[in-house]
């Protein structure tokens, strides 16, 4: 029963890692080329146009986002695609992992899983004392009443 416990707790522990706190933050402009491809992207333009795409990427002076069209039917999926020049950005944002507010709760997952086995192993370590009864010990014998 202990491992079923600390394999569930594993598994937990790992989907929480792998989900993560996700956060909305600004790419500096000298960031936006930096990786080749970006997840859950909000972009604003100095004309106050604002696209969000799914995921984007940058080619030389322009930044390239897909869109999937998840209301299609058939075999073909349907993305939509942009192409926005750079110098026509004035703010890029994308969702990431945040690592702090990660941390923080599955750290908390950690604490409280930890409390409860410590928990559980001194209850179990504890020696059962009795608490009631007429505190006079079986001597031995077949108490009154008990024979035929």
């Not at 969000?52 to 209301?71: P, Q």
């Not at 504890?126 to 001597?139: A, D």
Request: charged share 20%; proline share 4%.
């Amino acid at each position: 029963m202990i491992r079923t416990r600390a394999v569930s707790l594993g598994v937990l522990i790992a989907w929480l890692a792998s989900a993560g706190c996700m956060s909305l933050r600004e790419v500096p402009r000298s960031q936006y080329a930096a990786r080749t491809e970006r997840k859950a992207v909000r972009v604003e333009t100095v004309d106050g146009l604002v696209y969000e795409f799914d995921w984007a990427s940058v080619d030389r002076d322009t930044l390239v986002g897909y869109r999937n069209h998840g209301d299609s039917e058939g075999a073909l999926e349907q993305v939509a695609v942009v192409h926005v020049p750079l110098q026509d950005v004035s703010r890029l944002t994308a969702r990431e992992l945040d690592w702090r507010r990660t941390g923080m709760i599955g750290g908390g997952v950690v604490a409280a899983a930890l409390a409860v086995g410590l928990r559980a192993a001194l209850k179990g370590n504890t020696p059962s004392t009795p608490t009631s009864g007429t505190g006079k010990p079986f001597t031995g014998g077949v108490p009154r009443g008990a024979g035929n």
